[in-house]
C-alpha cells in the first residue's frame, strides 16, 4: 500500500509536468518515462526516503533536455522545480480538506481509512493543477513562446532558485514529519505557510516579469516600426520627385517632337526618339518601383519590415521584384512571429543574392481563400543541397552561421497552421511559407 | 485551336493580330477562330461550349472596365480548365508567381519588349499551345488539404514523405523541393494508390521509384536520394511497385 501511495505520488508529479510544460509525448514515450519514474522513484525513496522526490526532479530536467536539446533553456529546469513543488504544495493545501471529507464519507466504516486519506492526497495535486492551469490559460492571453525563449533566464531563474530554497527547507521538515509522525509544531506551521507564500510570490514574480518584457518589447519594435516607416515615406518622396523630374522631360519632348512634326522634319523626330524617348524605357522597366505595392499589405508591423529590407536589398544592387496584387489585410499568424521569421528568410535571401551576377530577390504575398502564402525567391551561386537545410550550424555561409533557418524552424514548430516549402533549382533558391487560414487565433 | 486576344488599346491589337497571323502561317498552325476584342465580357460570351483547345493573350490593364485581367482570367479559367493563358502587358503590371499560381499563366510578355524579342516570346506561347491542343488532360497534379495545409504539387516530382522529430509534422521530399507540414502519414498514405506506406516512418510515390536495394532495405529514387523499408513490408513494395509498372507500360 505504502508503496502503491508513492507510485500515485510519482505519478503526479510527471502529470503536473507534462501540463505545465505542455511537451507532446507519445503514448510509448509516457509509458517508458513513466516506467522509469517509477523505478526510479521507488529505489531512491527506499534508499533516502523523501529526498528520493529530488532525484526525480533531475529526471525533469532530463526530460526537457531530451524533448528540446536544441533550445534547452532556464525553462526546461523550472518546469521540473515548478511540479516539485507544486505537488508538494498542492498536497498541503488539499490534505486536511481531504481528511476532513473521508473522515465524513466511512464515518461508519470500521476499516482502515488512513490510507484513503493518503491515497487521496497524493491523487489531487495533478487534478488541482490541471484545473489551475486551464483557468489561467483561458483568462490570461497567450504567452509568447518567442518571449520565452528568449528572456527565459531574467523571468526563471529567480524562481528556479526560490523553489531550491523552498525545497530544501520544506523536505527536511517532511522528513522528520514522517519519521516522528508529527507535522504540527507551531514552528513548522509557520514555516509551511512562509514558504508556500513565498512559492505563490515567485508565481507572481514570473508573471510581473513576462508583462513588463512583453512591454519593453513592444515599444522597442513600435518605435523600430516608426523609423522603418518614415524611410519609406522619405523612400516613396523620392520616387515621386523622379516621377516629377521625368514629367518635366517629357513636356519638353513633346515640345520637340511637336516641332519636328510640324516642320515635317523627320531627321529631327527620329533623333528626338532614339536619343531622349527611347532611354525613358529602361525607366519605366525599373524595378525599384515595385515596392510601391506594399500599398496593398495593410499590416503595418510586415510593411515595415518588408520596406526596411526592400531597401537594404537595393542598396546592394540587387534587383527586387514584389508582387502583392491584392489587398491583404491580416496574417493569420502571430506578429511578433511572423515578423520573426520574415526578416530571417530575408536576410538569408539577400545575403545569398548579393553574392550573385544576376542579384534577383523576388517577394510574393498572396493570399486566396484556404492559405496566405509569402514566398521568398532569390538568386544563387550554386545549387543548395536541401538534404541539411535548417539544421542547426550547417550554413552554407561557413563555420558558426546557419541558426537563422533552424529558428525559423524552431518557431513553426509551434504553429501547427504553418508549412514551410523549400525549392532549390540551379542557381535559384526559394522558401515558401504557407499559412492555413483556419489556424487564426479567434 | 482558338486564338483570343484581349486588348483595349486598338494599335497593340491589330500589331498582336498581325503578328499571331505571321507566325501561324510560319509554322503551319491552324486555328479555327482568331477573336480580337476589347471587351472582357465579348470574350467571356464567346467561351460557351468551346470544344477546341484554346489560346488566350490577355491585357492585365483594360480601361473603363470594372474587372481587372486577373478577375477575367479566373473566369476563363473556371470555363475552361485547359486553355493557355499568356498576358501581354506592360512591365510595372508584371507579377508572373501570382498569375502563375492563380491561373497556371503560361507565361508574360512585356508590351515594351524590342519587335524581335517580342515575336519571339509569341511564337514560343503559340507553339506551346499548338502542342497541347492534342493533350486535353489536365496536369496530373496532387492536390493536399487537412486542418493544418493546402497546398499542390505535381505527380511526378514527389519522391516521398517522411515523419520529423517533432510529432505529427511530415516532410514532403520531391525532385527538387521539400515541404514541411502537420499530418499523419497515414492520411497521406490514403490518398493516392500510387502511395505505399513501406516503413513506419516513411510512404513512397511507388511511380518515382527507381530501385529497391534488398542488402541494405533502401527505396531508392533518381538522383541519388533513398528511404529505408522496413523488412516486413519489402516484399509488398516491390509487387506493389512492379504492378503498377505494368499497369502503365501498355500505354
Same mark, same amino acid.
Given at each position: ?26 503514448? +510509448?514515450? *509516457?509509458? $517508458?518515462?513513466?516506467? #522509469?519514474?517509477?523505478? /526510479?522513484?521507488? =529505489?531512491?525513496? !527506499?534508499? &533516502? ?103 527565459? +533566464?531574467? *523571468?526563471? $531563474?529567480?524562481?528556479? #532558485?526560490?523553489?531550491? /530554497?523552498?525545497? =530544501?527547507?520544506? !523536505?527536511? &521538515? ?103 524617348? +527611347? ?164 | ?251
Amino acid at each position: 500500500m505504502y508503496y502503491l501511495i508513492i507510485a500515485i505520488q510519482i505519478l503526479s508529479f510527471f502529470f503536473i509536468f507534462k501540463s505545465i510544460s505542455r511537451y507532446v509525448f507519445t503514448v +510509448k514515450e *509516457i509509458s $517508458v518515462w513513466l516506467a #522509469v519514474f517509477l523505478i /526510479i522513484g521507488w =529505489v531512491s525513496t !527506499y534508499l &533516502i526516503g523523501i529526498w528520493g522526490a529530488v532525484t526525480l526532479f533531475g529526471c525533469f530536467i532530463g526530460i526537457s533536455y531530451y524533448k528540446n536539446h536544441r533550445t534547452f533553456s532556464a525553462s526546461g529546469i523550472f518546469y521540473g522545480a515548478y511540479a516539485l513543488v507544486m505537488n508538494s504544495f498542492l498536497g498541503y493545501l488539499a490534505a486536511d480538506p481531504i481528511t476532513w471529507f473521508t473522515r465524513l464519507i466511512f464515518r461508519q466504516s470500521s476499516a482502515n481509512i488512513d490510507y484513503f486519506t493518503y491515497l487521496f492526497t497524493a491523487m489531487a495535486p495533478p487534478i488541482m493543477n490541471e484545473i489551475l492551469l486551464r483557468l489561467v490559460r483561458r483568462f490570461v492571453p497567450q504567452l509568447s513562446k518567442e518571449l520565452i525563449r528568449e528572456y527565459g +533566464k531574467i *523571468i526563471f $531563474v529567480p524562481v528556479i #532558485v526560490l523553489c531550491a /530554497i523552498i525545497i =530544501v527547507t520544506v !523536505y527536511p &521538515i517532511l522528513d522528520a514529519g514522517n519519521r516522528t509522525g508529527e507535522y504540527s509544531s507551531y514552528h513548522q506551521k509557520t514555516i509551511f505557510t512562509g514558504m508556500w507564500l513565498l512559492f505563490v510570490g515567485s508565481l507572481l514574480y514570473m508573471q510581473f516579469q513576462y508583462h513588463h518584457i512583453r512591454k519593453r518589447e513592444l515599444e522597442k519594435s513600435k518605435s523600430e516600426q516608426l523609423e522603418q516607416l518614415k524611410e519609406y515615406a522619405v523612400q516613396l518622396e523620392k520616387i515621386y520627385d523622379e516621377f516629377r523630374g521625368f514629367r518635366h522631360d517629357y513636356a519638353n519632348i513633346l515640345l520637340t517632337l511637336e516641332d519636328g512634326i510640324y516642320r515635317e522634319d523627320w531627321e529631327q523626330v527620329k533623333q528626338v526618339y532614339e536619343n531622349t524617348v +527611347k532611354p525613358t524605357r529602361q525607366f519605366l522597366r525599373n524595378n525599384d518601383y515595385s515596392f510601391v505595392k506594399l500599398r496593398n499589405l495593410h499590416v503595418s508591423e510586415v510593411k515595415s519590415i518588408l520596406a526596411a529590407k526592400i531597401m537594404m536589398a537595393q542598396q546592394l544592387k540587387i534587383d527586387v521584384a514584389l508582387e502583392i496584387e491584392e489587398p491583404i489585410d491580416s496574417i493569420p499568424m502571430d506578429l511578433i512571429s511572423f515578423t520573426r521569421i520574415l526578416s530571417i528568410l530575408l536576410d538569408n535571401a539577400i545575403e545569398a543574392a548579393a553574392g550573385t551576377e544576376g542579384c534577383k530577390l523576388g517577394i510574393v504575398l498572396l493570399e486566396d481563400a484556404a492559405v496566405l502564402r509569402l514566398q521568398i525567391e532569390n538568386s544563387s551561386i550554386e545549387t543548395v543541397d536541401l538534404r541539411n537545410l535548417g539544421a542547426r550550424g550547417y550554413s552554407t555561409k561557413g563555420e558558426g552561421r546557419g541558426l537563422g533557418l533552424h529558428n525559423v524552424q524552431q518557431i513553426l514548430n509551434d504553429y501547427k497552421y504553418a508549412s514551410l516549402e523549400t525549392e532549390s533549382q540551379p542557381h535559384l533558391f526559394s522558401q515558401t511559407l504557407i499559412l492555413r487560414k483556419s489556424g487564426e487565433r479567434p | 485551336m482558338n486564338i483570343f486576344i484581349l486588348e483595349d488599346h486598338l494599335i497593340q491589337q491589330q500589331r498582336l493580330e498581325r503578328i499571331v497571323k505571321a507566325l501561324c502561317v510560319k509554322h503551319h498552325i491552324r486555328y479555327r477562330h482568331l477573336f480580337s476584342t476589347a471587351k472582357p465580357d465579348r470574350l467571356l460570351a464567346q467561351l460557351e461550349g468551346a470544344l477546341d483547345h484554346q489560346l488566350y493573350f490577355l491585357d492585365l490593364e483594360i480601361k473603363n472596365e470594372k474587372h481587372t485581367g486577373l478577375e477575367v482570367a479566373q473566369e476563363i479559367r473556371q470555363k475552361d480548365p485547359y486553355g493557355t493563358i499568356v498576358f501581354v502587358t506592360t512591365h510595372s503590371e508584371l507579377a508572373p508567381k501570382t498569375f502563375a499560381y492563380r491561373v497556371a499563366a503560361l507565361d508574360f510578355i512585356e508590351k515594351d519588349l524590342p519587335e524581335e524579342e517580342f515575336i519571339q516570346k509569341v511564337e514560343a506561347c503559340l507553339q506551346i499551345a499548338d502542342e497541347r491542343r492534342n493533350l486535353s488532360a489536365s496536369p496530373d497534379l496532387f492536390s493536399f488539404e487537412n486542418k493544418y495545409t493546402s497546398f499542390q504539387i505535381p505527380f511526378s516530382e514527389i519522391l516521398y514523405f517522411e515523419t520529423m522529430d517533432v510529432p505529427h509534422k511530415i516532410r514532403l521530399i520531391a525532385t527538387s523541393r521539400t515541404l514541411e507540414f502537420y499530418a499523419e502519414l497515414h492520411e497521406i498514405a490514403a490518398c493516392d494508390e500510387r502511395f505505399f506506406r513501406c516503413h513506419r516512418a516513411f510512404v513512397v510515390n511507388l511511380a518515382s521509384v527507381r530501385s529497391i536495394d534488398k542488402k541494405n532495405k533502401l527505396v531508392v529514387f533518381d538522383h541519388g536520394a533513398s528511404c529505408t523499408v522496413s523488412r516486413r513490408l519489402q516484399k509488398e513494395t516491390i509487387e506493389k511497385m512492379e504492378a503498377l509498372r505494368q499497369e502503365e507500360s501498355p500505354k
